[in-house]
């Protein structure tokens, strides 16, 4: 019977630059601590046998609901403030993400961050809010959903600034069914994530070799190979893998359950402080590492994810967004996420982004250690320079097996 080996894989990107390292903020804790909710929410939608593959980014749904919120009020900003678990008013919780994200966009990393509103034209939205759109840095459209001609036109324009700000890689966030003539303001957040190795997987190492999935099914699938510094630790249940990517801008955490460990019941288990335990204890070695190459798309409407959660009321009849006209007539509609992944020998690409849509509320219709990643596994993307999550997924098969 061979023997069984369960994975879960977090990469976690870590961004220095010039000798100095920021303090983590309220807002990276608070994200960090939502990324691990989503993800298990996001992993309830798996009840198959085999499993399926998932990614998201905690960071671009965060991003773009914390638009939604800078409009919210009463017991509909209460809701989202605890479920996005910030720990500071309205007013500084806003100007700490916006100092975050000003951070991000003079580092020039390897990720971008990137806001769009599209609101109706000649609705009165409060200029205090429009403010905090641009505090946001966020590019300001207009486009009049109530004619089915301009609303299309519209849903295009999203589309292909999605497109833009993602490198082609999310190029159908929205369709023309995910927005009506009531429809007032549209939300947007991009993402985008490039890094290469350290040091390259040479092509020519990379080989077929059996993936072992839930259940002991086996797949057949391309494996990278190649000799790493890593750095290892261990727990009661799982072993977590660091490999790093080049000019140390980024480093990928990779965390296996032992042996019989069930991948939904650990990601279940798993949180930003067992995450942390793990990483305290790395120990750095020189390993032979096989791991499968691998992309992975998705797409979500998280409307149901976020009211488990706890934000009920910023989609129903009772939502307060009068922060964002100075009445109580407008409510969450959908929050889309879409999400994209390649993991290859010579790096990683990632890419994602968030729709926030609101509208009224009238109803509607060898020597060395060998490391293998052979099982099922999660991962986590983290920029390390403020530790902010900003992707996370879950791979328990290939695609196309040989």
């Not at 804790?29 to 998932?54: A, M």
């Not at 209460?78 to 007013?91: A, D, I, P, S």
């Not at 100075?326 to 690409?349: A, C, P, Q, R, Y």
């Amino acid at each position: 019977m061979k023997r069984r080996i369960l994975f879960v894989i977090a990469i976690a990107f870590s961004i220095t630059l010039c000798s100095q390292n920021s303090t983590q903020n309220s807002i990276v804790e608070s994200n960090n601590d939502f990324s691990f909710d989503i993800l298990k929410q996001v992993n309830t939608v798996d009840t198959s046998k085999t499993g399926t593959n998932l990614f998201v980014s905690p960071f671009s749904i965060y991003d773009a609901l914390a638009m939604a919120y800078d409009g919210a009020n009463k017991k509909t900003a209460t809701e989202m403030r605890k479920v996005m678990k910030f720990k500071k008013n309205q007013t500084e919780s806003h100007n700490d993400f916006v100092k975050l994200l000003n951070e991000y966009k003079q580092d020039k990393s390897v990720f971008t961050i990137s806001n769009a509103a599209v609101a109706q034209k000649n609705y009165n939205f409060l200029d205090s809010y429009i403010k905090c759109l641009k505090d946001f840095d966020a590019t300001i459209s207009q486009a009049d959903f109530s004619n089915d001609a301009e609303r299309a036109d519209a849903v295009k324009k999203v589309n292909n600034w999605v497109a833009k700000n993602t490198n082609k890689k999310i190029t159908e966030l929205i369709s023309k069914n995910d927005v009506n003539e009531i429809t007032k303001l549209i939300l947007l957040n991009a993402i985008y994530f490039n890094a290469n190795w350290a040091v390259e997987f040479k092509g020519e190492k990379t080989r077929q070799m059996t993936f072992y999935g839930k259940n002991s099914v086996e797949y057949v699938t391309d494996f990278m190979n190649g000799t790493q510094d890593v750095a290892l630790s261990e727990s009661d249940d799982a072993q977590m893998m660091k490999i790093d990517y080049e000019k140390g801008m980024a480093s990928m955490f990779i965390i296996m359950p032992k042996e019989n460990v069930d991948i939904d019941k650990y990601i279940a288990g798993l949180d930003i402080e067992k995450f942390d335990k793990l990483g305290k204890t790395l120990q750095t070695i020189k390993a032979d590492v096989s791991m499968p190459k691998f992309k992975i798309e998705s797409r979500f409407e998280m409307k149901k994810f976020l009211m488990d959660l706890g934000i009920k009321a910023a989609f129903s009849k009772s939502a307060d967004f009068s922060k964002m006209n100075g009445k109580s007539n407008l409510l969450i509609d959908e929050v889309i996420h879409k999400s994209f992944i390649e993991v290859s020998e010579k790096g990683t690409e990632a890419a994602a982004a968030t729709a926030v849509i609101v509208r009224e509320k009238t109803a509607v219709a060898n020597k060395n250690p060998k490391v293998t990643i052979n099982r099922p596994f999660v991962f986590v993307i983290k920029e390390n320079k403020n530790n902010a999550i900003l992707f996370a997924g879950k791979y328990v098969k290939p695609e196309k097996s040989k």
